[in-house]
């Protein structure tokens, strides 16, 4: 492991590294929970969301030339239709609300911090528009005893629970992707968290 370099990119300059945060969303999201059985194409096109506003953030860590984290956030306000929805049914104020997308980390490089400092950039850049007044993020639900499910599986509850970060247990959506032993695509419920920041 070299000395680990990280970089942010804002905005348009986020077109720059699209592919290896393609790249990782495939690599990471293939292991439980998500169990994902994603597409370079598909992924490609989901990322241009961030490329498309001028307040989102990649934020992303670099062992040499290979990318192997990185992070994102959004307004919600820019974010897709299925992740704003529950947000607007319950007349939460979207404009007022930061989204932050995925956490990616290879897994050699996990238990150096690097999480922790993954939540330090997002909530500092919401923060510096100073017309956030909430985050919220969502993570998949997965049941108890998923066949699927590693004996050695721990869920980041705790992780984000010391963040300072609530499960809203009514606030949830549903997104649509092929499980790794699927055919075809299935609705799946995520639950969001949330903290003021």
């Known amino acids: 492991m070299n000395e680990l ?6 905005g348009r300059t986020i077109e720059e590294i699209l592919s290896p945060i393609a790249d990782l969303r495939i690599t990471i999201f293939r292991d439980f929970p ?3 059985e994603g597409t370079h194409e598909y992924e490609m096109h989901y990322l241009q969301t961030y490329v498309n506003s001028e307040k989102a953030m990649a934020f992303t860590v670099w062992d040499g030339n290979q990318m192997v984290g990185a992070c994102t956030c959004i307004p919600l306000a820019e974010e897709t239709e299925d992740v704003q929805k529950p947000f607007i049914e319950k007349d939460l104020p979207v404009e007022t609300i930061f989204y932050f997308g995925e ?14 400092r993954f939540f330090d950039e997002r909530e500092q850049h ?5 017309t956030y007044s909430d985050t919220y993020f969502c993570s998949v639900i997965r049941h108890e ?3 699927l499910k590693p004996d050695d599986c721990y869920p980041n509850d705790v992780f ?3 963040r300072n970060y609530k499960k809203v247990p009514d606030l949830t959506c549903r997104m649509s992707w092929k499980d790794i032993e699927e055919k075809e695509e299935s609705y799946k419920e995520l639950v969001f968290w949330h903290k003021s920041l």
């Open 5 to 10: 370099k990280y970089k942010k990119y804002t």
């Open 34 to 36: 998500y169990l994902y």
């Open 103 to 116: 956490s990616l980390l290879m897994k050699p490089y996990r238990g150096l911090g690097i999480g922790h």
């Open 126 to 130: 919401s923060a510096s528009f100073q």
């Open 145 to 147: 005893n998923h066949p």
């Open 160 to 162: 984000w629970t010391k």
